[in-house]
């Protein structure tokens, strides 16, 4: 996978909406709100944060772009997986980035914050 596979959704009408927000964090770029490592850094709970939401509200649609719920196979995953899959995940009261978060990138300082478990 490559970065546009989970941050750019596939589909043209949600792709030119996803591109349009994306110009706020341009400007946060250009103008010197994220334009050294050290300010990302500082950032990167917040802007994880913004992403996390992004995709609860969409139904994690990047991930769904590859990985169906009708395609997975219970008998290849843990029982804590399978039990999270066929009950939260199954009911539409779970998305994928409740429970996977930091899945590509490492996770930004998250202290404060209790853990799923």
Not at 52 to 80: G, I, V, Y
């Amino acid at each position: 996978a490559k970065c546009s596979d989970c941050h750019v959704p596939h589909n043209w009408t949600d792709k030119m909406a996803r591109k349009m927000q994306a110009s706020k964090e341009v400007w946060g770029k250009v103008f010197g709100t994220i334009d050294t490592p050290e300010k990302f850094a500082a950032m990167r709970r917040t802007l994880a944060e913004h992403e996390w939401e992004r995709l609860k509200a969409n139904n994690s649609l990047e991930c769904r772009n590859c990985h169906q719920f009708e395609s997975m196979d219970f008998t290849r995953q843990s029982p804590r997986a399978v039990a999270a899959h066929s009950t939260d995940l199954a009911s539409g009261q779970k998305t994928c980035i409740d429970c996977h978060k930091g899945i590509a990138h490492k996770l930004p300082d998250m202290s404060g914050v209790e853990k799923v478990r």
